[in-house]
């Protein structure tokens, strides 16, 4: 008998039983520390007005798929929690007293390449610390996210600790035209450093500033790193425990896809992953977009991804 093929959306996949007992599994030991940190479960619709998501920023991530509904209402599917918690917190806790703390487990919907591996819908597990400003709220989110990883069972995996406004203030010292700046963040958000040096020498720059603004984004390492301009991200650290702070890798390049972050900003690498298993940073004008100004920070990491660190990693031992 010939088998039937009936396709599915691309950038989508079935998960079968038995991975799904060990995606189960990682989200029960995530879930375990989230609870144990004072995280509150919280759960939003998948389908959000555009308009709505739209106040993340420009820039961000464009939404998989929208819909029209019956009245007249353009939706699209979230490409992201962070959005739809600030629209939760401004309407539901608008006179709570902060920090308030949230956790997530949610599937996200992102426009990609899939014909690159990369998935359309994928499940997000993640925390939002709402209300807590500064240094002091960056270091809780990074041991959260350190225990959270731990308690899964990952072992080799770094913590990328950046600057989200370093490179914005680089180009703004420049003189590069703000029409330029989203096309050379892009290229940086995704690593591409030919095509970053291909667009700078597109502008009409000098040579050092091109220079500077083609090797700053490349330097990665210790504290000593971070020059006369890093007391921010060193005030992040010295709050850090001393097991979080030796995953810790400062990466003055660090730029992440998402238009609302403002400050630090950090990713999940791991030997046994190709590409980040996930990340955070803080976005401390996002809520005041939707009428509840309140410093925020937070993270997610993608399930799958995480799975498969945690296969990776086991081949490697």
Avoid: W
Avoid at 35 to 40: L, P, Q, T, W
Avoid at 244 to 253: E, P, Q, S, T
Avoid at 264 to 273: H, K, M, S, W
Wanted: charged share 25%; with cysteine.
């Amino acid at each position: 008998m010939v088998a039937v093929i009936h396709p599915i959306p691309s950038g989508t996949r079935d998960v079968l039983p038995d991975e799904m007992r060990e995606l189960r599994a990682i989200s029960d030991a995530l879930r375990g520390v989230f609870d144990r940190e004072g995280y509150g479960e919280i759960a939003t619709p998948s389908l959000e007005h555009e308009s709505v998501l739209a106040r993340g920023g420009a820039g961000g991530p464009l939404p998989a798929y929208r819909v029209v509904d019956d009245h007249g209402a353009v939706l699209a599917l979230r490409s992201d929690m962070t959005v739809p918690i600030a629209r939760v917190v401004a309407t539901r806790y608008a006179t709570a007293d902060p920090p308030l703390r949230f956790c997530y487990f949610a599937n996200a919907f992102r426009s990609v390449r899939p014909h690159r591996g990369q998935q359309r819908e994928f499940l997000q597990a993640g925390v939002e610390l709402l209300g807590a400003p500064g240094a002091e709220g960056t270091a809780e989110a990074l041991r959260v996210l350190c225990a959270s990883l731990d308690a899964t069972g990952l072992e080799h995996y770094r913590v990328g600790l950046g600057d989200a406004s370093l490179y914005p203030a680089l180009l703004a010292e420049a003189g590069v035209p703000e029409e330029a700046r989203a096309g050379l963040l892009h290229e940086l958000s995704t690593r591409d450093f030919v095509g970053l040096e291909r667009k700078l020498r597109a502008l009409s720059l000098s040579g050092e500033a091109r220079e500077r603004l083609l090797t700053v984004p490349q330097v990665r390492g210790g504290e000593e790193v971070l020059g006369d301009g890093g007391a921010g991200l060193r005030a992040v650290v010295e709050l850090l425990p001393d097991d979080v702070r030796a995953r810790v890798i400062f990466d003055l390049g660090l730029v992440r896809d998402l238009a609302y972050y403002t400050g630090a900003v950090f990713e999940v690498y791991d030997p046994g992953l190709g590409q980040p298993i996930g990340g955070g940073g803080r976005y401390d004008e996002l809520l005041g977009r939707f009428g509840r100004p309140l410093p925020a920070v937070g993270f997610a990491l993608t399930v799958d991804s995480l799975h498969v660190a945690l296969t990776g990693e086991e081949r490697l031992s």
